[in-house]
């Protein structure tokens, strides 16, 4: 070839022509770069582009642009729920059908025809010079409003179709459809730029990346690092790496000639890419599920842009199927599992031995990805011994690995103030019991308390809800998160004033005492300022037992000092609901408590059936949440001694025995709802009712519970009834120990919805005596934690009364060890000895939790026992000043310190 023919080749390649157009109504924004094309932009030979069969409408995509979701029937921001929204992408052309002409030399060309509205579009075809190149394709996102649901319906999006188109009559001709519209938001054509091919085997990513920075041109190699960072077993670091080198060669190839327009799209595509990780690596940021679940959508609606022969697509695909079978894992019926499902069967037809395939699909996982510590016994430990130990000591690790890696600088686990809430005392119950084991779990929890009193979701006047009105919801943030602080932190004057100032309000006006001289929830409708918001819900003049979540503050002021203002308020609860109980309003079985109570007393409010109304105030229906009014009859019994209390418990076991009849129990035959057979057939399906049984039992010594306990009790309750260690080996390893060993991954890094990943702690059952259910929650009952022990310990309580604790402890360090149990239940200011193996003293406690110090043998059971020798003189009711570091401040402006001093005392 001749060097003329060479500069005529170079002129031609130069002057062949890229074309932007962005499409919309005249005069709305133009993305930088893009001509932009009005509806009655008819093409023309002069003009070299245009409309051969003109779009029917137009549109802007803006703030005031909404959609009704199909669920809920609300109207809802369409931008909101719409990812990659730019000045291209904000404004659309559309009708059922349309073409659109491009004049163009004869070549090869690369196309890329952003499809999209501001709502779904549905059955989409489109041709380019009479070729198919896409059919039935939806553009939609997924609404953002929901949570384990999917709705395809209602939020549009945006869609970047790429295919090459071949010219040979002089132009590009494209013809656009869709049932019932379709819409164009832009298009580029730009010739063909055939791209190295880069080929990545499997288990040898390093050798590629070393290939990878070899290729001399900047595009070619930005493909190349997107090949890699797309291929399914870059994950993490690597992963992030490659993308970012991807991501600095397509910049600056773009900022040295601006018109580059493959240049602009692989950009374009990194960007994108990047985006979407973000929104699922940074999930936490979020700070609620419904925000988390709705950028899962975002992403999921950048990462479907991707066909099968694009680098990114089957990261893509297992990106999403990570989003959408992570949150709900456990359960694969919820919509939302089972497109994450789908997805992931998607992947194993290419990659069947994917980690995350071999996750989600077979409940596989390997160790060398996510790092559970076994935590080995030595030869010769006991088997209650190991197992209690590993169970206590993954409790920590589950706690740990959250401070580590998702809380943020505000203290929150970013799944939302409310949810996090859920997840903590499952962490701190555990870490309560040897706080010494883990001083990061007391700072993550130090953090977390004083950003959620930071926040604004709570009232820090009335210690309540600020953002929810819905009794399930409003109870959490206070109920879930203050209380139990009372017995975890014993002594904190902050916390406890906080507890305090909810007592207050509950007192104040969110209850009232009715004409009867009956103490209520006003609804189950309520916040920090309000009750009774939404009265539609039917919620007015009605509690309902899921009003008690919010409650535990007062059980918890009584355990700590028998706070007399806090034991009116339960005993005028206490006494409404016993009343409720003892009634047969509306046929309903004597003793039998209900779970919904109108202000009138009336059982079940309005509602023709005494089990009242299914959901008020998100309460489920009969028995759900009865055991916070099991708590409310405990703790009544318990501050006052009063045996009428336990009456209801007395009754419904009596119920219990005479519709059993000697026989087993078992459930009958089906019976109408409500009554006693129904009755009876929930009692013995249901562990609550044992385990409210057993509290009964354990503070009354009623051993006519025994026989029903150990049919239907927990496996902690019939081993309290015989000891049997066995017992608790078997519950601690199926509850605990095999529960983290198939769900270790979801629990921490695949972990999404924080109300979602936690475990009930059964290590507080055996190791302080105190049941989870109740207690964190409701009556606080825990018999004794521990000092001075680290982690290398396991103890099992035996026996728990005011007047004697009997402790098993076993100790895994490998010489005498000086420890302390710090006693909850026991009677202070009594006189007890004091026995530890054969070591023998006697000491008064001075005061609830008073550290009492042993010496235990390095691996070797030893029976450590306090029994009262002496009672305690009367105690009269003090006040009790106190302050914390969070209550000392500096004041800038006097130059002095400042301090808020609180009275924790009962007088």
Known sequence: MTMWAIGMLAVALVETPSHRFDFGPAGSPVAAGFTPVAPGALYSRQRGYGFETAPAESGVIDKNTTTVDSRFKSTWRVDAGIAWCNAMTRDYVAGPAFRFRVDAPNGRYDVVATLGYKHPLRGLRVLANGREVARDLSVFTYHYSMRGFLDDTSVGANYALRFEADVTGGALVLDFSGEPRVSLMGLTVTPHRALRPFAVEAGHLEDAEVRAGQIADPLDRAWAYMTLAGHPEADGHAEARWIRQARDLLRDAARRNPADVTAADLLEATEQFITAVRYFNERDAANSELATIGNFHLAHALWRQFGPEHPFHWKGLIYSGRMYAGPFWYNAQVPLSQRGLAIMRQVEARFPHDKYVRLYLHHEWSPKEWRLNEYPAPPGTPRWAEVLRRAFCQGLDFAEWWADFRQRPNGSLGGGWNDDVEIMPVWVTNWAISP???????????????????????DRRRAFSAAFSDAEHAAEDQGDSLPYLIGVLHGNARYLDWNLRTIEYFRNYLTGVNPAGRRHFRSTDFDSTRYAVNLERGAESVEAAICYRAFAAVPWMIWYNGNPAAKRLLVEHADTWLAAAMSTQKGKPRGVMPVQLGFDDTVGGPEPSWMGKAGLGAGGQWPDYLWYLHSLMIGAYSATGDRK???????????????????????????????????????????????????VRELSGDRRFDPFLLATGRPYVRYRLTLDRNLLVEDIERTMNQHLRERWPHMTSEGVLTDRIGYNPRTVSYMTGALPEFDYQGFPHQAVTYTGTGRDFAAVVEAATAKELRVVYYSFADRPRRVALRPWKLEPGARYRVTAGDASREQELAERGEPIPVTIPPRREVTVRIEQVSPAPPAPAKPDLALTAHDIRWNVSTDQIEATIHNVGSA
Not at 647 to 655: K, R, S
Not at 657 to 676: C, H, L, N, T, V
């Open 645 to 695: 209390y336990l009456a209801p418990f007395e009754e419904t076991l009596a119920l219990v025995e005479r519709i059993r009849a000697g026989g087993r129990y078992e459930k009958k035959a089906d019976a109408p709802p409500g009554s006693e057979v129904w009755v009876y057939n929930l009692i013995v399906g249901h562990p609550g009712f044992a385990d409210a049984f057993w509290m």
């Open 436 to 458: 010494e084991a883990s001083p990061k779990i007391g700072r993550m929890l130090d953090k977390f308390t004083e950003g959620e009193w930071a926040s604004g979701n709570l």
